[in-house]
């Protein structure tokens, strides 16, 4: 929206032409969606609050939990909320790539938004009942999928490209549709396992969004891209934007949610975030790449496989309590031990994941 305002002005007047710089408009992004979150939370706190969406506490989990039950859930909504008004305000409007992500990250905000508003506000202990809930994540991550598959121009933008390896493309055809599916659900639901902790699930989001601009920025870059030996994406830039969006956004929302947390994101928010987060690197063809930089992410889902299938094996457990986190908890690990470490682990993961731009 103020690019097309700028260039106009840039037609009457003169004036700079910083709004042309993607790199400017995602600082920008990032800056006003975290001026978002911050002034408009504290009064969705207390909405929520007022609505008595309150955490529902296991009694099973640990029992540090306990304390945590009533404080206000479904903040997701700020994020959402900041996220889109942020991309809308900074971004170019006829890049179809945003408007895809925009899609996914509503859509799926949705399905949470659903999920989180009968359990939490209606009281209904049901939810949305998961064969309907991966039905719906199922329809709109094969509709973003066929979506990106049918509107491709290039044999770049359906190959899969694997990191290290410079020349290594593999035409995937329609089967680029079976993988960006996976991607894009198996993401999302490996964000909302992740959250269970404060400030666990933002911060790594943080990080991986903010590498996965990068990766957008390089991959929309001909010059970049090519010396890099990373797939040329025309229009991938502008990604970069709603990366800077979400990070800054994820950042204000961390203030709120940090140990002790005011708020929680809840399914609005984890369904979402992963759902988004995968749609881009499907997009700039870095799949890979996001199972190593989200590899907290992907951790927590693994130690709930493992669990199940293990106890419905040998009828014993792995860990103490899946997913990972609460093994740790139940270990004697003060709960912001367990957080800041993974958080260190996803730096580290993501130092990894950028290190293959050059690593080839």
Sequence with gaps: ??????????????????????????????LTAMAISLLFGPALIRKLAALKAGQVVRKEGPQSHLSKAGTPTMGGVMILLSVAIATLLWVDLGNRYVWLVLAVLVCYGAIGFY???????????????????????????????????????????????????????????????????????????????????????????????????????????????????????????????????????GLGFLWFNTYPAQVFMGDVGALAIGAALAAIAVIVRQEIVLLIMGGVFVMETVSVMMQVASFKMT???????APIHHHFELKGWPEPRVIVRFWIISVVLVLIGLATLKVR
């Design 315 to 321: 009828g014993k457990r792995i860990f103490r309590m």
């Design 1 to 30: 929206m103020l690019l097309e305002l700028a260039e106009w002005f840039a037609r009457h007047f003169s004036t700079p032409h910083l709004f042309q710089y993607i790199t400017f408009r995602t600082i920008m992004a990032a």
């Design 115 to 249: 999920d989180d508003y009968r359990k939490l506000v209606l009281k209904d202990s049901r939810g949305l009942a998961s064969r309907w809930k991966y039905f719906w994540q199922s329809v709109f991550g094969l509709g973003a999928a066929w979506f990106l598959f049918h509107t491709a121009t290039l044999p770049a933008e359906t190959a899969l490209y694997v990191p290290v390896f410079k020349h290594v493309a593999v035409p995937l055809g329609v089967f680029f549709v079976v993988i960006a599916y996976f991607m894009i659900v198996g993401f999302s639901n490996a964000v909302n396992l992740t959250d269970g902790l404060d400030g666990l699930a933002i911060m790594p989001t943080v990080l991986v969004s903010g590498a996965l601009g990068v990766f957008a920025y390089l991959a929309g870059n001909r010059v970049f891209s090519e010396y890099l030996g990373i797939p040329s994406i025309p229009g991938a830039g502008e990604l970069s934007v709603f990366c800077g969006a979400l990070a800054g956004s």
